[in-house]
């Protein structure tokens, strides 16, 4: 018996309607546009299936609680009061991405380390030790989302951010980020078998993408 799972898929703005359709392809069901992000049901192989398959998708959330708050204080109260051990382990190491759409603070990193406070103090509290913090290969990656006064914490089952797609080691002065580049190709319209033009070609991102496509190689085979 399968058993659904809400998601959330973060993309790039205006990304939006062409990544709900990959996620529809896929098989995703009760899908929801937002800003930025696109919310589906599916089960875990649903889950795998996106992160390998999904070209428009920047990571894949997995959201386990949410909450509002009034102040920066009940911010932390808030984020202190969860049982955190259901979700990381003292020999972990944890990372945390926040992306922040409030007045209540005035930069996105703020947010992040309140979250990393309250955590390592919830086990401190519990277990007189803290998880360590690993911000380049952590073992769980959690996704802090705050829009005005509603803070959103999800587990990242990406790692990686998924417009890394593993083929370019070197690349040109800043070269097009791979998911723009597919969400490019897709809104033009192009049939897939028609001769791809790139006559502005740097790091051949579009070119590769296009190829990828063509070749129905998934984008983070």
């Known amino acids: ?8 898929a973060k993309t790039l703005k205006g990304l939006e309607q062409i990544l709900a359709e990959e996620l529809r392809e896929l098989g995703a069901e009760n899908i929801v546009e937002g800003r930025r992000v696109v919310q589906f049901e599916g089960s875990k192989a649903l889950l ?5 398959n999904a070209r428009t998708a920047i990571s894949v959330l997995k959201p386990i609680f949410s909450f509002k708050f009034k102040t920066q204080q009940e911010f932390y109260d808030e984020l ?4 955190w051990d259901k979700y990381l382990k ?26 990393k406070d309250a955590i390592a103090d919830w086990f401190r509290k519990e277990y007189n030790r803290r998880p360590s913090v690993d911000l380049d290969t952590p073992d769980i990656h959690f996704d802090l989302h705050i829009s005005n006064n509603r803070a959103t914490v999800s587990l990242d089952s990406s790692g990686d951010s998924l417009h890394k797609r593993g083929y370019r080691i070197d690349g040109w002065k800043a070269p097009l980020n791979e ?12 049939d897939l078998k028609t001769e791809f033009h790139d ?11 296009a190829a990828m496509m063509a070749a129905n190689i998934p984008a983070n085979y």
């Open 48 to 52: 795998y299936k996106v992160n390998l």
């Open 90 to 115: 003292l020999e972990q190491r944890f990372a945390i991405r926040a992306t922040v759409f409030s007045d209540m603070f005035n930069h996105t990193m703020f947010p992040a380390l309140r979250m």
């Open 199 to 209: 006559p502005m070609c740097g790091s051949g991102t579009l070119a590769i993408e």
């Open 80 to 83: 202190f009061k969860t049982k």
């Open 179 to 190: 998911v723009l580049a597919a969400g490019l190709i897709k809104l033009s319209g192009w």
């Open 1 to 8: 018996m399968n058993t659904n799972y809400k998601y959330t």
